[in-house]
């Protein structure tokens, strides 16, 4: 299965779910929430300063009259939210007007929260004209330093996502500035060990190489100057970073020089997490609640 | 003075110079040298296996019957070419058929080599679609964990360069993955620094800003979003990354997927040297050569 648009990839098996939004008085979420609700991938849940919600939604020709709206002072907005999501009355988490450590924190609450022992990781897939197909890419968004423990755990997360979307054994790139292992280089020793960790099956449901350069991940000319032999060379569909600065510069680079665009959320608590920044574009917006209703 | 092309930047009052090429029997180094040699930027002065050499020359089409050929063993070749630009009989070095460690070894030999106690580091600079000048960027290929005194040798290093190809105080963006500085991010905080080390004239000769996101240091949309105030932000000249792992994948994003022409060297030693990887197309290849004789 080789998908080159997200829309092949994500509106192939949409059921329409409830989009639950903290702090909903924003003009840029309720743009994205409109049009998903207009192409029926959600019914949505509006938490926050119902008059504001109800004057943004006018300016932007959204009709609200059948769309809940639960009135909610700011700063109880995510509590609600998590509660109505262990009810089961909600099916993705959407971020508003609320700062990302504030709802975070209420996600990863010891006992009220939704996230129980797991890592939360950010998650993006990209359509990216220069590639032959869709690129997955993490962590852009989340943790800060890895270790090997916790990338582990970042594989994991992502290769279960790309599953539910179909991928069957994703080609996984352990991305490094080189080719091999070298102690200096902390990323290159933890390519090889998750590379291992594969191997020994500790890491499943997916072909992991690495340590390789951005280049021979996924170009295979870049691979065979290399003399480069491996599965995953040139042809990735996932690509795991070293840390938060490699991360977040790749997705920055796929988004804003290379014409890329993008569905992005955390994964790992119960449901996923739409948590859009306000420089992402609205069609990346909108491509990322339609990835997290298609989990 | 803004430029959105390599040629137009880095041909403007180019004389030539003598390119010694280390280890020359190599059909990409060759090749390259050949373009420059008949645009008259080099005049190269080939080290190395001489039989190999006119072989290959003679299957590129490569007439060098007035071209300084050194018939010298592989493993005499670096010292030989380092002698060379000591006697101040080459003005540029390139590395062919040699690994990079065996080339920079003897560069940075206490006494018989050419770097003093100078900071070794990589410079690039790519002309990409997307942005709209230039867009410099260091170091994605030499420093492995630059500590906060490294970076700012990388800068100066970075600026002098810069300035020789007639930038006036260019902009400078710390890359971090936010825009505040975080002390759980060390990108940030060695961003926050390095502001100040420029306000306080102790890196000079540019307008230092950061942390700034990728996206806020090249997009002014991005920038607006995020009410960023700042001279810099979404005007970037050059950007600074944080370590080995990002600047490579900068480096690779911007030529694998945005696109991008890039020239690129490592400065600090007493003559630019050209290090283009196997991977490198002809033509970046060929513009490295070209920033190198700009200098």
Redesign the interface.
Request: charged share 15%; hydrophobic share 40%; aromatic share 4%.
């Given at each position: 299965m080789v998908f080159k648009n997200l829309d092949d990839l994500l509106k192939r098996n949409i059921k329409r779910q409830r989009l639950v939004a903290v702090a909903a008085e924003d003009l840029h979420l309720l743009s994205a929430v409109k049009k998903a609700y207009q192409e029926n991938i959600i019914t949505p849940i509006l938490i926050g300063n119902k008059k504001k919600i109800i004057e943004i939604c006018y300016n932007i020709d959204f009709n609200v009259n059948s769309v809940d709206i639960i009135d909610t002072p700011q700063n109880e907005c995510a509590e609600k939210a998590i509660e109505l999501i262990k009810k089961n009355e909600g099916d993705i988490l959407m971020k508003g007007l609320i700062s990302t450590s504030q709802l975070l924190k209420s996600i990863v609450k010891k006992e009220t929260g939704i996230s129980g022992d797991a890592l939360l990781s950010h998650f993006a897939i990209s359509q990216?004209p220069?590639?032959h197909k869709l690129l997955a890419y993490s962590d852009a968004?989340m943790n800060?330093q890895p270790d090997i423990k916790e990338k582990a755990e970042i594989i994991r997360n992502s290769v279960r996502i790309m599953r539910k979307l179909g991928y069957n054994n994703p080609k996984v790139a352990i991305?490094?500035?080189v080719e091999n292992v070298n102690p200096?280089?902390e990323?290159t020793v933890h390519a090889g060990l998750l590379k291992v960790m594969n191997k020994n099956n500790e890491i499943e449901d997916c072909i992991i190489d690495g340590p390789l350069?951005?280049?021979?991940a996924?170009?295979i000319?870049?691979a065979k100057?290399?003399n480069i032999n491996s599965e995953v060379a040139g042809d990735a569909d996932l690509l795991i970073?070293?840390?938060?600065?490699?991360?977040?510069?790749?997705y920055?680079?796929?988004?804003?020089?290379?014409?890329?665009s993008t569905a992005a959320i955390i994964t790992g608590a119960q449901v996923p997490i739409v948590l859009t920044s306000?420089?992402d574009s609205e069609i990346n917006k909108f491509y990322s609640i339609v990835l997290a209703a298609a989990l």
């Open positions: 990216v220069a590639y968004a800060i991305v490094c500035p200096k280089i990323s350069a951005l280049d021979n996924i170009s000319e870049s100057h290399k970073t070293h840390d938060l600065n490699s991360g977040n510069i790749l920055k680079a796929i988004n804003f020089l290379a014409g890329g306000r420089s």
